[in-house]
Nanobody, 124 residues
Framework: QLQLVESGGGLVQAGDSLRVSCAAS????????MGWFRQAPGKEREFVAN????????YYADSVKGRFTNSRDNVKNVLYLQMNSLKPEDTAVYYC?????????????????WGQGTQVTVSS
């Protein structure tokens, strides 16, 4: 079973950039499509981005499209989320997870092996 550990969160100002990472243990990382979700206080966990197994295809929520970039390094077993032009509404705990499908999915039920999350706070 793959274990995932997110890192790279922090406190930034609106308009700043931040990159969060998701390190995977085990050799199976490249066999999974991966996703990023986020959860703000008092809100449900929501889809942010998805990337296929080889990193050739990505899919984004409309709220982050054009600002966030999802990528992966299957040699280092790391998933990245580059976040630019951050807004206060991007404040949330960011989670990575493996997907049971190589096709893009926004459904939380498609994902498993969740990490513990990393806090991103954007001040105005």
């Amino acid at each position: 079973q793959l274990q995932l550990v997110e890192s790279g969160g922090g406190l930034v100002q609106a308009g700043d950039s931040l990159r969060v990472s998701c390190a995977a243990s085990g050799r199976a990382f490249s066999t999974y499509a991966m996703g990023w979700f986020r959860q703000a206080p008092g809100k449900e966990r929501e889809f942010v981005a998805n990337i296929n197994r080889i990193g050739s295809s990505t899919y984004y929520a409309d709220s982050v499209k054009g600002r966030f970039t999802n990528s992966r390094d299957n040699v280092k077993n790391v998933l990245y989320l580059q976040m630019n032009s951050l807004k206060p509404e991007d404040t949330a705990v960011y989670y990575c997870a493996t997907s049971s499908s190589d096709r893009p999915s926004v459904r939380i039920g498609t994902y498993m092996n969740w990490g513990q999350g990393t806090q991103v706070t954007v001040s105005s």
